[in-house]
């Protein structure tokens, strides 16, 4: 599957098949939550590097699938937020809009509607 891209008129359908890749790709939870890596102790042992390796290289595709996910011009206002986390949660209230952007979305659909009848 490859991952859709938002244009900013689809958010809808983008969050659900974006959360279903990132969820296939493992790379869901760095997005869900802004964790924290814990640096490595003294003299790691080989699983401690693996698990340290995975947890930082899971944060940094999911911030590289988010990227190649949006057009350019969305991508000029995320390259700045530092995870792939804080991405995620500006462009939701930013594309899918609280309720008062979604009722007047929906009053300019009825008046266009109205107008072409």
Known sequence: MTPPVIDGE???????????????????????????I?????NPIMNQIKYHEERTTRKAKAKSCLYATVSPTIF????????????????KPEYEG???????????????????L
């Open 10 to 36: 689809n958010y809808q359908a983008w969050a659900v098949k974006m959360s279903t890749y990132l969820e296939g790709h493992d790379k869901l939870e760095a997005v869900e939550r802004d964790y924290k």
């Open 38 to 42: 814990a640096p490595l102790p003294d």
């Open 76 to 91: 000029t206002r995320i390259m700045r937020l530092s995870s792939a986390k804080k991405i995620w949660d500006f462009l």
């Open 98 to 116: 609280d309720e008062k952007v979604r009722g007047r979305k929906v009053l300019n659909l009825l008046r266009e509607f109205e107008r072409i």
